[in-house]
């Protein structure tokens, strides 16, 4: 039986979805909802997904640190960069065979496992790469540590000449960008953001397979590597200037004053992005890469607090059980929350690239993601309902 409204029931109707839709629109327009979402994707960030990268970073280091003999820093180096080189080349393959082909249930459940098990890997050569990387600068450029594995003063001078060409070549080539980390850069497991990341020159195979491998090349061997020493800098410079004489101080002291400058960084970043709005060219650059250099040094304070916090009261006569509860607490809850992908370090990105100040916005953003997706799944079944409404009272 079709159903025919009559003429008072199709302007109530056709009201009704008007009303609704203006509603929709109403809500849309309210700021409330995004700053509150901010906030809480701050708070999350900060206090939540942060300390769980670190947890999983330092429960694979320090296992590899407690077996060396198993992890050898050169091999674990080298190994690192080409399973890295090598997952860079096969990201568009990878998409398409696991992200684009899992249409059917049975394949939806094997794409999970398989997306969750890229993640794992890529997590452990990361940390092969710059465990090793850490590692051959300590030992090649003679730097010494106390027991607590703290920097000391002695020798020191080599190595920061060589810290500072690295992060001079980093400003040249436009790369401190590819310093930031969590809490300022979140990345949710969800479809392009699983596989895929920019290299150096956007290289792809379909235009030329030797410019593909040397882009990734580049990415990984020149860029990386860069990234890897400006934060053993970074981290060996905190060492010798944060109470070096006290480790228990010297890591409380590094977890509070990341906290604070963090804050400072997000309370920062609207005057920033007007800043960078208003200018161009060098200026716009500048003033990008002083903003950066602030949020690296925040990073690198607040990660060597949990790390060293940890350390200290988290099972310390028993290392190797800590390094592994340490590693599977972080790594499991960040595939609970679905934002697992923060634990990786790949992608290159410009400074100063992006228009309107948006260089200078941090990607740390995690509920207003998911919100946007349901609330844009949402307005297409309301779109689809509400057209059909109007074709009922038409008729």
Not at 14 to 19: M, P, V
Not at 78 to 87: C, P, T
Not at 307 to 328: A, C, K, Q, R
């Amino acid at each position: 039986m079709e159903f025919k409204a009559t003429e008072a029931e199709g302007k109530l109707l056709s009201d009704g979805i008007q009303k609704i839709v203006v509603v929709r629109q109403e809500n849309k327009n309210k700021p409330c909802a995004p700053v509150v979402l901010s906030v809480v994707d701050i708070f999350l960030s900060v206090f939540v997904v942060t300390p769980l990268v670190v947890f999983a970073w330092r429960g694979s280091w320090l296992y590899m640190d407690v077996q060396a003999q198993y992890f050898p820093l050169m091999p674990c180096f080298f190994i690192g960069m080409a399973v890295h080189v090598i997952l860079a080349l096969s990201q568009d393959v990878l998409h398409a065979a696991i992200v684009e082909s899992d249409k059917h249930w049975s394949l939806k459940i094997v794409s999970h496992f398989l997306r969750r098990f890229y993640t794992y890997v890529f997590l452990n050569i990361t940390v092969f790469h710059w465990r090793g990387g850490w590692g051959l600068i300590d030992s090649y450029l003679h730097i010494q540590f106390t027991k607590d594995s703290v920097a000391e003063k002695e020798g020191i001078h080599w190595f920061l000449m060589i810290w500072v060409a690295c992060f001079i070549t980093l400003i040249v080539i436009k790369g401190l960008r590819n310093a930031i980390a969590p809490p300022f850069a979140i990345c949710i497991d969800k479809g392009n953001y699983v596989f895929k990341f920019p290299t150096m020159f956007k290289r792809t195979n379909k235009q030329s397979s030797l410019l593909a491998i040397l882009d990734c090349f580049f990415s990984v061997g020149v860029m990386g590597n860069l990234v890897v020493t400006l934060w053993r800098g970074l981290w060996v410079l905190i060492d010798l200037i944060l109470l070096p004489d006290n480790f228990i101080w010297s890591s409380w002291s590094s977890l509070v004053l990341g906290l604070l400058v963090i804050g400072l960084v997000f309370r920062l970043q609207n005057f920033m992005k007007n800043l960078c709005t208003k200018t161009s060219g060098l200026t716009k650059i500048v003033i990008a890469d002083f903003y950066i250099i602030l949020s690296c040094i925040a990073i690198i304070l607040y990660w060597r607090g949990v790390w060293n916090v940890t350390n200290i009261y988290f099972l310390p006569d028993d290392p190797e059980l800590s390094g592994i509860l340490s590693h599977f607490i972080g790594y499991m809850f960040l595939v609970v929350l679905g934002c697992s992908n923060s634990l990786l370090v790949r992608g290159v990105y410009i400074d100063g690239k992006e228009p309107n100040g948006e260089c200078v916005v941090l990607p740390c953003q995690y509920l207003r993601i998911i919100f946007e997706q349901e609330d844009s799944c949402e307005e297409e079944e309301s779109d689809l309902g509400t057209i059909k409404m109007m074709n009922s009272v038409e008729v």
